[in-house]
């Protein structure tokens, strides 16, 4: 197995999660949110942050992808959609693991607000802010991060390391 540098352990990844989920906490005071989880990489931050959420919760999935390996293809394939009337009329959560170009991030949020949300906010974990080639920006993220390839806590290299518990970088 390769050597990992780790980036962000565990406890400091539960912690900054709680941060998130108390902001959406007070945003949403009293109010049904519907958070929608991109698949796969946001599968772990995902569950954190919705058990962290005090209100009614329901929970969506799409899945899209555009990297193969290490690098975006900026094709953006929809491989398992949402269902409109889960969203219609919905105050929705997107939650991402990360964003890079932020191809993605944009095809999402079109996606989802072409349903016609009540309201729509994405979250995502990670971002690599300098690596955009759109503009676009998460409305909440939890850490930015420089221009490496980060695996763990969900993020794969073709596959692998989704399980570990905490995000790193491979060293070569
Ligand atoms: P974007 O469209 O913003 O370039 O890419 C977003 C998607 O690419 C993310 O949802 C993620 O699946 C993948 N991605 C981008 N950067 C990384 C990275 O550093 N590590 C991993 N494992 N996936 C990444």
């Known amino acids: ?16 999660i709680k ?20 698949l796969k990489g946001a599968v772990f931050f995902f569950c954190d942050l919705v058990k962290e959420f005090k209100g009614d919760a329901r929970i969506e999935f799409l899945r899209v992808s555009s990297y193969e390996g290490e690098s975006s293809t900026g094709k953006i394939n929809l491989k398992f959609p949402l269902k409109a009337e889960s ?8 939650v991402e693991d990360i ?24 979250v995502s974990l990670l971002d690599k802010k300098e690596r955009r080639k759109v503009e676009i920006d998460p409305d909440f993220s939890g850490f930015v991060i420089d221009d490496l390839f980060v695996i763990g806590y969900g993020l794969d290299y073709d596959q692998k390391y989704r399980n570990l518990p905490y995000i790193g970088v491979v060293e070569k």
């Open 87 to 94: 969203i219609y009329g919905k105050n929705v959560v997107l």
């Open 99 to 122: 964003v890079d170009t932020g191809y993605t991030l944009k095809y999402i949020r079109n996606y989802v607000k072409e349903m016609n949300p009540k309201s729509y906010v994405d």
């Open 1 to 16: 197995m390769e050597k990992i540098k780790i980036l962000f352990t565990e406890d400091e990844i539960k912690a900054r």
């Open 19 to 38: 941060e998130i989920a108390e902001e959406l906490n007070k945003k949403y005071e009293g109010e049904e949110v519907t958070f929608v989880c991109t």
